[in-house]
């Protein structure tokens, strides 16, 4: 596979390379992806406190139910929202993370 010493040195560090990369790139996109979850989560306590405020101060149980449908609805949209753009950051996690690595075994499938 190899000729010389030199040839196997090479196709170490780009090996190394790669693996270096695809780490730096997957902790870059879970720090990414957990931030995003954080502000989700701190946006989600913050509502759900409004609306224990907002049912506080209501009169009549029909006012409470409408309250309490319209925060459903909104926090229902608010997940799907926030579940779709998790799963694309995973996706391009992914993509990008692994880039490097398909690359390394591209050199050494042409090189074979």
């Not at 006012?63 to 925060?71: H, L, N, V, W």
């Not at 993370?97 to 090189?111: C, S």
């Amino acid at each position: 596979m190899f000729k010389n010493i030199e040839e196997a040195q090479k196709f170490g560090k780009d090996q190394l390379e790669a693996v270096t990369a695809t780490a730096a790139t997957f902790t870059k996109g879970v720090q990414e992806i957990a931030a995003q979850t954080s502000d989700y989560s701190k946006k989600s306590f913050e509502a759900t406190q409004g609306l224990v405020e907002k049912l506080i101060g209501v009169k009549t149980l029909d006012k409470a139910i409408e309250i309490q449908s319209e925060f459903s609805k909104q926090s229902y949209e608010g997940l799907v929202a926030q579940s779709t753009k998790v799963g694309e950051l995973y996706a391009s996690l992914m993509k990008e993370a692994f880039k490097p690595v398909e690359e390394a075994f591209a050199k050494v499938k042409a090189a074979a």
